[in-house]
């Protein structure tokens, strides 16, 4: 990822049209069943990031141990002969249950809930759509399809009837959650080449720094 696409990225996020993705959104249509599939494990295990900041959050109003919200982003993490998790990692995922789902996750009368929906992670707010501005800050996991600026993700409420109110308003944190990934990735890459740490076990690197699984910069 060189600094020069993020910041030009960033340009173009900063000046996304919000009516425009609104509009967008009332073409692709789309209504939450509440199936629970986006968090869900479904084979393997599910891996939503989280920022810092989110965390805390979560933290503040549950009043959670960090370790409680977030677990390292699996993707270098090995497990080792004595059972330790060890390796380094960059970012959050949503802590998980036993089962892989988002430990966030419940089911009423077979309906998903999400247990901290006033405050949960833009990623979440915003699924199952994301922008790609054809730059390195990829939309991760399957896409379904592209239109325009908007890429949309596996989710059984596609295609079904939007009002303009909700569009508008999933459109504003849409072009939000954008902004925030490619500057929380601008601060990633600044702190990983200005890291210093001398530790080894497990590191997680994230926007503010690097960090033991507890959140605690090392
Ligand atoms: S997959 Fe789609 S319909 Fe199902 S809970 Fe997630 S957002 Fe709602
Ligand atoms: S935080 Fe809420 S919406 Fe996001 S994956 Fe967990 S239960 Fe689902």
């Given at each position: 990822m060189s600094d020069v696409k993020l910041k030009e990225e960033l340009v173009a996020a900063q000046m996304l049209d919000v009516k425009e993705l609104a509009d967008t959104i009332v073409e692709i249509g789309f209504e939450c069943t509440k199936c629970g599939a986006c968090c869900k494990g479904d084979d393997g295990e599910h891996t939503a990031t989280i920022f810092p900041s989110e965390i805390r959050k979560v933290q503040k109003v549950e009043e959670m141990e960090w370790r409680d919200v977030a677990r390292p982003m699996p993707f270098g993490i090995v497990e080792n002969e004595n059972g330790e998790l060890v390796g380094e990692t960059f970012e959050w995922a949503l802590q998980v249950n036993g089962c892989g789902n988002c430990s966030f996750y419940r089911e009423i009368n077979g309906e998903g809930i999400c247990g901290i929906y006033g405050f949960k992670p833009l990623i979440c707010e915003t699924y199952p759509f994301s922008v790609d501005?054809?730059?390195?800050n990829k939309p991760k996991g399957e896409i379904v399809e592209k239109v325009g600026e908007i890429v949309v993700h596996e989710?059984?409420?596609?295609g079904r009837e939007i009002d303009y109110e909700e569009a508008m308003r999933l459109a504003k944190i849409l072009k939000e959650r954008t902004i925030r990934e490619i500057k929380e990735s601008m601060n990633v890459i600044e702190k990983y080449r200005n890291s210093e740490t001398k530790k080894s076990g497990l590191i997680v690197h994230d926007s503010e720094g690097a960090k033991d699984r507890n959140g605690k910069i090392i």
């Open positions: 501005l054809g730059g390195s989710c059984e409420g596609i």
